[in-house]
């Protein structure tokens, strides 16, 4: 996992090795879409389906759409400009590089305590453990695995793995709550309520913050960048999105079967689990041990993804990392996490919701200034000729994101009240 940081000229071996290339091109789609339906996407769901019911499809429909646009965009830009994200905004915008790279590491850090709560969820579900040891037991897992000496592939094994589990037993719970899909489908496109904070939420917590950059930097870590892979690189971000576009869908399904057939799932009190409330309602005690399974999966790929793209960020500072120093790194900002997720009294769903909408707020600062490259710094894309097609789509998104922000920033944080 060293930094590859490419020069002028420089030949990338995955263009050539195709081999290679496929398994650099998975890494990056696996890593994304698993980072992308996490505990905190999971949580999500779970709270704003109980409240809105069919009508939060068409949240989920907005943000399979602004994901699209942000991750052919990002993965585009680093991909020419063979730079990590604040290198790239550095170069843009002078000093610009910085702030994202805070703000990234900031939203990143709270996830990852999300995160851990959430693998202290999931093997509470499952063995009944108490949730700070299941947390710190998940978090001593991703430990080992960024202290293994071939991390890059223990972390790249394990994200496959969780990814095929958590769509089996996803799926297996859509079917047996039985969903009004006709109606699902209905307010996908046509619904009753619209509610920006929730859109921005989701939003964040699928496509925000560390997120929008897990899958590409993960490609210019394996050296699959450069215009010659440009398309590989498309298809891969394609192939990633649908797969976590299908995954939101089918959980928003299994939820909303139980939802409608009028079981109520208590969002209160400091111990309130939405998620696994459902699964218990769906499939009875075995659907509660496989909700279990579902958050540990996610919550593990999650600390992965988090924990590796937010410690990728740090480059803006220490552009020369080795790769010893970006996995200890690593490793230290996963024990940060853990000490704070055991000091910390908020109760997981709801820090999961909240960095949810946190990293919503952050997705249109960073993803403005790569755009800001794309369109006014030929240098950095290095020739290529930038498709007007996809700007305008990204103008078009980051000034939508931007709106959602300036409309949902107080109710976002009126989410730790929960």
Known sequence: MQQTEQTPGRTNAAAFNPKSQRYALLSAMFLMSMAAVGPGFITQTANFTVKLGAAFAFAIIVSIIIDFVVQANVWRIVTVTQMRAPAIANAAIPGSGYLLAVLVIIGGLFFNIGNIGGAGLGFNAMIDLDPKIGGAIGALVAIGIFLSRRAGVAMDRVVYVAAFVKLALILYAAIVSGPPVA???????????????????????????????????????????????????????????????????????????????????????????????????????????????????????????????????????????????????????????????????????????FVGGLNGLVLPIGLSMLLFAAWKRPDLMRGYHYPRWLLILGALTCCLTWYMAYKSVGPIFALLGL
């Open 183 to 353: 109606e699902a489908f209905h307010q996908t496109f046509l619904a009753d309520t619209i509610d920006f904070a929730t859109i921005t939420t989701i939003v964040g917590g699928t496509v925000g913050g560390y997120i929008t950059y897990a899958g590409a930097h993960r490609l210019l870590d394996k050296g699959t960048v450069g215009v010659e892979n440009i398309g590989a690189v498309n298809r891969a971000a394609l192939s990633g999105i649908a797969i976590t576009g299908v995954l939101r869908y089918i959980l928003f399904l299994a939820i909303l079967g139980v939802v409608a057939s009028g079981v109520v799932i208590d969002l209160s009190g400091k111990a309130a689990n939405p998620a696994g409330q459902a699964f218990h309602a769906a499939a009875g005690d075995i659907g509660f041990r496989l909700f279990g399974a579902v958050f540990l999966a996610s919550a593990l790929t999650s600390i992965i993804g988090a924990a590796y793209t937010s410690v990728s960020f740090l480059t803006a500072f220490k552009p020369e990392m080795t790769e010893r120093q970006r996995n200890l790194s690593t490793v230290a900002f996963i024990c940060v996490s853990l000490v704070s997720y055991i000091l910390i009294t908020t109760p997981p769903a709801a820090m999961l919701v």
